[in-house]
Nanobody, 120 residues
Framework: QVQLVESGGGLVQPGGSLRLSCAAS????????MAWYRQAPGKERELVAH???????NYAESVKGRFTISRDSAKNTVYLQMNSLKPEDTATYYC??????????????WGQGTQVTVSS
């Protein structure tokens, strides 16, 4: 089993920044990637970014140039730095641990989610 605990969400004004953190524990040896998803009310869950053990990264078009995913392998922690936030970034953000195969991310374990609200 894998446990994922997110932190860092909150309320921020448009144009502001937030950094989300996700601490992973448990049986991580079988996993080779981590990711952030988000889900806004009434919308489907969206893959925001993922990062592999080898450091390969992929972003959704909607966040390219504004969000940065990174990981600290020693701490089993993945981060999502979010800059130039827009009201449409408002969502519950979920940490995920999984696999990448042929360039596609496959989810395996979910965190509980953290709310990000962008509003003036």
């Amino acid at each position: 089993q894998v446990q994922l605990v997110e932190s860092g969400g909150g309320l921020v004004q448009p144009g502001g920044s937030l950094r989300l953190s996700c601490a992973a524990s448990g049986s991580l040896f079988s996993l080779d990637a981590m990711a952030w998803y988000r889900q806004a009310p009434g919308k489907e869950r969206e893959l925001v970014a993922h990062i592999t053990i080898g450091g390969r990264i992929n972003y959704a078009e909607s966040v390219k140039g504004r969000f940065t995913i990174s990981r600290d392998s020693a701490k089993n922690t993945v981060y999502l730095q979010m800059n130039s936030l827009k009201p449409e970034d408002t969502a519950t953000y979920y940490c995920n641990a999984g696999h990448v195969f042929n360039g596609n991310y496959y989810s395996a374990y979910w965190g509980q989610g953290t709310q990000v609200t962008v509003s003036s």
